[in-house]
């Protein structure tokens, strides 16, 4: 798998330092408290069960899904549900946990609808950002690295399901794109 990776933009280390910093400050500013952690599906997992393990407060976990690319690497601006959460969320503090902001469609949506549930705090992490093909009108609290417009793998996302289980972050070679 790795022989299909063009370049390494962080390794396994800085990822752990990275999740390690941002568990540190969400414990700080939630100290006392309980957080109910969202993972988006599928692509914050891994991220998600490395750093709730990294908060020193309480913490629930619950997952929505909701459409991605598919197969193509570039967003089709609509959001659709596709799991919807388990729990009720009404006056807990909310932790959305979401690998990658690039165009902010799905945080947008995804804040607005939780919004509506009545949170008694609501809050975003993302591990990624990718401003510069931002047209939604949203922001991270915690944010771990920003990027700039790369496609990119690993820890946990994907292109076309596939790379999730790769420890680093990546950028594909182009030949992944062409093989299907
Ligand atoms: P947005 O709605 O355009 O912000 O898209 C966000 C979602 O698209 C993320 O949750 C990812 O699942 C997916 N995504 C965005 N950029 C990438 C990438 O570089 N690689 C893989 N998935 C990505
Ligand atoms: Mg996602």
Redesign the pocket.
Known sequence: MDNLIKEVLYTEDQIKEKVRELAKQISKDYEGKKVLCIG?LK??VVFLSDIIREMDVEVEIDFMA?S??GHS?K?S?V?RILKDLNYDIEGKDVLII????????????LCEYLKGRKPKTLKVCCL?D?PE??N?D?KSDYTGFVIPD????GYG???ADRFRQLPYIGVPKEEVYSDK
């Open positions: 988006i692509g914050s909701v991605s690319y690497t967003s601006g959001v979401e690998d990658i902001i690039d165009t902010g469609t799905t945080l947008k949506y990624l990718k093909r931002r939604a949203i790369y496609f990119i793998v996302i994907d292109y």
